[in-house]
């Protein structure tokens, strides 16, 4: 039952205390809403003339305020010292205090394009991929977005503008292999020390998938993958040659795990015709390969996927990888190199701080006497050359429109009533 009580005669301080004797504590009383409470507050005051009262007739008022609104007696208290200063007892409008807005939707255009071209890698990579498109390649338009930090390009990430501007963004599994292990190399700051594994596409019904052969440089993170239709002595022995002919410096040494596709003499002979030692992992250390498995996963596996690849597509997906692909991960695609020390309890600490973020082109020219490890007949002139006749983002298109006419012929041959949009919108 909801009552409305009209109070008009209580005019005097003995009618509130006869009122708040008679009501009790067993009646609640319920305001109708703020700005009703406030005015009826207010016309109380001025009726029974609360300034001019005295101490003892003061707290009589403050109670039956508290009874008839159900404020608490601190909140009542705050309105009357209101009422006290400046005669009215009004709602204070709030205005929500709002931070300037420092990155404009074309700099989340830029973000989110740029997220989309490289495969949406991590956070750190991305700014160091905006930083360069506006200081190395002089792009004007990334200025807005490039200083923002690794933190908030997540926050960004999360906007509605960049959720409606990109299709996706999946964080990135992580992939793990149980592999054993034996040796590990100990380059010492010099490059020239590869780690290689070899990833297999997959069967399907009967026939084996296309193997992809990655080889990475331990100290700038060089990288050249490529693809073989089968494990053998005949298709594996020229694909190795290649990859280490197109590494710019010098390689000293091939550590593998114990798969016999690289354990065995054909490989040990064309490694000893090159002067490059063969090390092998140590059993129970499951990091002496751990970055050639960690490229596997952030490269491999992110860009060619985990569908199944026939053999016979082994050349067409080498056109890819030397065509562009190795360009792209070698100048374009800014890698994470650690820090490490050592804590009070002996154990070494690795760290992976913003400006430690490089491409392996700029980190293998970071070394110090790093024109001595270059090939003969290899300059850094040259190599520069290759480095700035695209920017990123173009080279990464680039990339992206490949892998995408090399999928569209792998469907096409598998299934021709298929077309890549049409699988697409099948998925």
């Given at each position: 039952?909801i009552l409305t009580m009209n109070d008009e005669n209580v005019r005097t301080i003995e009618d509130v205390r006869e009122v708040l004797e008679t009501t009790g504590t067993r009646l609640r009383f319920r305001r109708q809403g703020r700005a009703e409470s406030y005015?009826?507050?207010?016309?109380?005051?001025?009726?029974?003339?609360?300034?001019?009262?005295?101490?003892?007739?003061?707290?009589t008022v403050r109670a039956y305020l508290v009874r008839m609104t159900g404020y608490s007696r601190a909140q009542v208290t705050r309105l009357i010292e209101r009422y006290r200063r400046?005669?009215?007892?009004?709602?204070?409008?709030?205005?929500?205090?709002?931070?300037?807005?420092?990155?404009?939707?074309?700099?989340?255009?830029?973000?989110?394009?740029?997220?989309?071209?490289?495969?949406?890698?991590?956070?750190?990579?991305?700014?160091?991929?905006?930083?360069?498109?506006?200081?190395?390649?002089?792009?004007?338009?990334?200025?807005?977005?490039?200083?923002?930090?690794?933190?908030?390009?997540?926050?960004?990430?999360?906007?509605?503008?960049?959720?409606?501007?990109?299709?996706?963004?999946?964080?990135?599994?992580?992939?793990?292999?149980?592999?054993?292990?034996?040796?590990?190399?100990?380059?010492?700051?010099?490059?020239?020390?590869?780690?290689?594994?070899?990833?297999?596409?997959?069967?399907?019904?009967?026939?084996?998938?296309?193997?992809?052969?990655?080889?990475?440089?331990?100290?700038?993170?060089?990288?050249?993958?490529?693809?073989?239709?089968?494990?053998?002595?005949?298709?594996?022995?020229?694909?190795?040659?290649?990859?280490?002919?197109?590494?710019?410096?010098?390689?000293?040494?091939?550590?593998?795990?114990?798969?016999?596709?690289?354990?065995?003499?054909?490989?040990?002979?064309?490694?000893?015709?090159?002067?490059?030692?063969?090390?092998?992992?140590?059993?129970?250390?499951?990091?002496?390969?751990?970055?050639?498995?960690?490229?596997?996963?952030?490269?491999?596996?992110?860009?060619?996927?985990?569908?199944?690849?026939?053999?016979?597509?082994?050349?067409?997906?080498?056109?890819?990888?030397?065509?562009?692909?190795?360009?792209?991960?070698?100048?374009?695609?800014?890698?994470?190199?650690?820090?490490?020390?050592?804590?009070?309890?002996?154990?070494?600490?690795?760290?992976?701080?913003?400006?430690?973020?490089?491409?392996?082109?700029?980190?293998?020219?970071?070394?110090?006497?790093?024109?001595?490890?270059?090939?003969?007949?290899?300059?850094?002139?040259?190599?520069?050359?290759?480095?700035?006749?695209?920017?990123?983002?173009?080279?990464?298109?680039?990339?992206?429109?490949?892998?995408?006419?090399?999928?569209?012929?792998?469907?096409?041959?598998?299934?021709?009533?298929?077309?890549?949009?049409?699988?697409?919108?099948?998925?």
């Amino acid at each position: 039952m909801i009552l409305t009580m009209n109070d008009e005669n209580v005019r005097t301080i003995e009618d509130v205390r006869e009122v708040l004797e008679t009501t009790g504590t067993r009646l609640r009383f319920r305001r109708q809403g703020r700005a009703e409470s406030y005015r009826w507050m207010e016309e109380t005051l001025v009726r029974l003339r609360y300034l001019q009262a005295g101490k003892r007739d003061r707290g009589t008022v403050r109670a039956y305020l508290v009874r008839m609104t159900g404020y608490s007696r601190a909140q009542v208290t705050r309105l009357i010292e209101r009422y006290r200063r400046s005669g009215h007892i009004r709602e204070r409008m709030y205005r929500r205090h709002q931070f300037p807005r420092r990155y404009t939707d074309q700099d989340l255009r830029f973000l989110a394009m740029t997220d989309s071209v490289h495969e949406y890698p991590n956070a750190a990579s991305v700014k160091r991929v905006l930083r360069r498109m506006a200081t190395v390649y002089g792009q004007p338009e990334y200025e807005g977005i490039a200083g923002v930090s690794v933190s908030h390009i997540y926050n960004l990430r999360k906007s509605v503008v960049y959720r409606r501007l990109t299709n996706r963004y999946v964080r990135t599994r992580p992939v793990q292999i149980g592999l054993g292990q034996r040796r590990k190399p100990h380059p010492n700051g010099i490059p020239g020390y590869l780690r290689v594994d070899t990833v297999h596409q997959g069967d399907q019904g009967g026939q084996k998938g296309v193997y992809h052969i990655n080889t990475v440089d331990e100290v700038t993170q060089f990288e050249c993958v490529a693809a073989v239709e089968r494990i053998s002595e005949h298709a594996l022995t020229p694909m190795l040659a290649k990859i280490l002919e197109s590494y710019p410096f010098i390689i000293r040494e091939f550590h593998a795990d114990n798969g016999s596709e690289y354990i065995n003499r054909v490989v040990v002979k064309l490694l000893n015709r090159l002067l490059i030692r063969l090390t092998k992992s140590r059993p129970r250390h499951v990091n002496d390969n751990a970055l050639v498995e960690t490229k596997n996963g952030w490269v491999l596996r992110k860009w060619m996927g985990y569908q199944f690849i026939g053999q016979k597509h082994a050349a067409r997906i080498n056109a890819f990888y030397f065509g562009c692909f190795n360009e792209y991960l070698n100048f374009h695609r800014p890698c994470a190199f650690p820090r490490e020390h050592t804590d009070a309890k002996g154990r070494v600490i690795r760290r992976y701080p913003y400006q430690d973020y490089r491409t392996p082109y700029e980190k293998l020219k970071s070394l110090a006497g790093s024109t001595r490890y270059l090939k003969p007949g290899i300059t850094f002139a040259l190599l520069d050359t290759v480095a700035a006749r695209r920017t990123d983002n173009d080279m990464a298109r680039l990339v992206q429109q490949q892998r995408a006419r090399l999928f569209e012929i792998i469907i096409a041959v598998r299934d021709p009533r298929l077309s890549l949009r049409a699988l697409q919108a099948h998925s």
